[in-house]
């Protein structure tokens, strides 16, 4: 059974710092892409970031980019999401999810497993 575990949210204030984590079990963690997203109460669900298999390679949403970096761990299955300078339009819940695919890593379809999610709310 795969899951894939966030932990790290909470409440923080405007510039304050937060790093979250996804801990992936069931899964060959390596094979995978991983996807960080987010969703505000009545938005979609927006693309935060991808970082590659091997942690080579990162793309980062133009609204968090210089602000948010991607990075992963695969002896521990885990992979990361700093977060620095956080605004109140940062507020959210934050998902991770796995993806098979090389590409469309923006896309909400290319990702096969996802996380419960966990709660960032940043207050001014």
């Known amino acids: 059974q795969v899951q894939l575990v966030e932990s790290g949210g909470g409440l923080v204030q405007a510039g304050d710092s937060l790093r979250l984590s996804c801990a992936a079990s069931g899964v060959t963690f390596s094979n995978y892409a991983m996807g960080w997203f987010r969703q505000a109460p009545g938005k979609e669900r927006e693309f935060v970031g991808a970082?590659?298999?091997?942690?080579?390679?990162?793309n980062i949403a133009d609204p968090v980019k210089g602000r948010f970096t991607i990075s992963r761990n695969n002896a521990k299955n885990t992979v990361f999401l700093q977060m620095n300078s956080l605004k109140r339009e940062d507020t959210a819940v934050y998902y991770c999810?796995?993806?098979?695919?090389?590409?469309?890593?923006?896309?909400?379809?290319?990702?096969?497993?996802w996380g419960q999610g966990t709660q960032v709310t940043v207050s001014s």
């Open positions: 999810a796995a993806s098979g695919e090389l590409y469309r890593y923006a896309e909400v379809s290319a990702y096969v497993y």
């Open positions: 970082i590659n298999r091997s942690g080579g390679m990162t």
